[in-house]
């Protein structure tokens, strides 16, 4: 176990629910940063991946007992600059974790929340969850704006000036090296793409009911996540006939992800809830025209452009119409709208950006 840090390195404890392949947090916030930061990261799940022996990993076992002994462990282990932590039961936890520690008004004055979804995105226990983690921790992160203005007064008074907004970004250089040399339609068909949680607030299954009413013999859609519905996706998937037409490909390496995205020639979200869509940022990086539902986040990630076509929610009519337009155009046509969604993914959300300001952050905390 290492104990020393580089000067001016800063030392940083992510407190995450799972080191997995599909992560946020262990991709874009300690992966590109190995050498600029000293990592470590404590799980409420057993990981399941290995992580580079750069990051020091405390896991837990998915029980209450495990994660509060990693997260001691982590603590009197080592010393930590900033500790970060990601979601609403694990960032409570935290704070129940440094009643027992002999540095925890050290410790508390390090911690750092990122706030990754809508209020309304959340469950009630959640909500109810962050009143303390909002009046307690040291700096509350909102992932964009539109997630921050979806709190209730309450929430944001509570938060007070130790808020702030810090949008989500992606690892654009990750998405262009993968998919350099990919290129699309070279089998005659056209293929929709929708990655993320397979769950309600996603809605697929509007996806499902738009591709069926605007499907001709050259159509496929292919989904890419897990998650409660993937039963009932399936399901209905098969009732409809569409089992040679429509993949579940479930969780998948997360550069195959850019790769489905550069191969596909149109990325859908009908999601009804989001933070601030990495899926969406990572589709257009990747060149590949979107059509989105028309929620606060997505179009915090079109900020105003005319290329990217908005459908309502829940509205499987709008989406098939938008898909039928997509189809319909010289595959030259697609070409150039996702070439305009690679420029404004580029020109917005570089990962570079999001470390600057989290850096800048972190030294407050650490001062």
Known sequence: MRNATAPGRLRVLHVIIMLGETNGQYNEHCLPLLEARDLSICTYFEPRLTAPPEIDVFPGDGTLR??????????????????????????????LGLVTQPRRRRLRSSLVYTVQDSFHDYKLRDRLL????FASYRRIVFCGRAARDSYPALWRRIAGGRSRVVPNAADLG???????????????SFEIISVGRIE????PLTVLT????????????????????????????????????VELAGLIP???????????????????????????????????PVVLSDIPPHREVVDGADFVPFVPERDPEALAREIERFRAMPPHERRAVGERCRGLANSRFALETMHARLEDLYREVAA
């Open 66 to 95: 495990g994660f509060s002994r990693a997260l001691r462990d982590a603590f009197r282990q080592k010393e930590y600059d900033v500790v970060h932590v990601h979601a609403p039961a694990t960032a409570a936890l935290t704070l």
């Open 130 to 133: 962050m009143l303390p983690v």
């Open 174 to 188: 990750r998405v262009e090296r993968a998919t350099a040399n990919t290129s699309r339609g070279a089998n005659g």
């Open 200 to 203: 309600p607030v996603k809605d």
């Open 210 to 245: 738009a591709f069926q009413a605007s499907r001709d013999e050259r159509s496929r859609l292919v989904f890419v996540g897990a998650g409660s519905l993937e039963r009932d996706l399936s399901a209905a998937v098969h009732a409809a006939g569409l089992d040679d037409e």
């Open 254 to 288: 997360r550069d195959d992800v850019f790769v489905r995205c550069a191969h596909a020639d149109l990325f859908v979200s009908a999601s009804r809830g989001e933070g601030l869509p990495v899926a969406v940022i990572e589709a257009m990086a990747s060149g590949c």
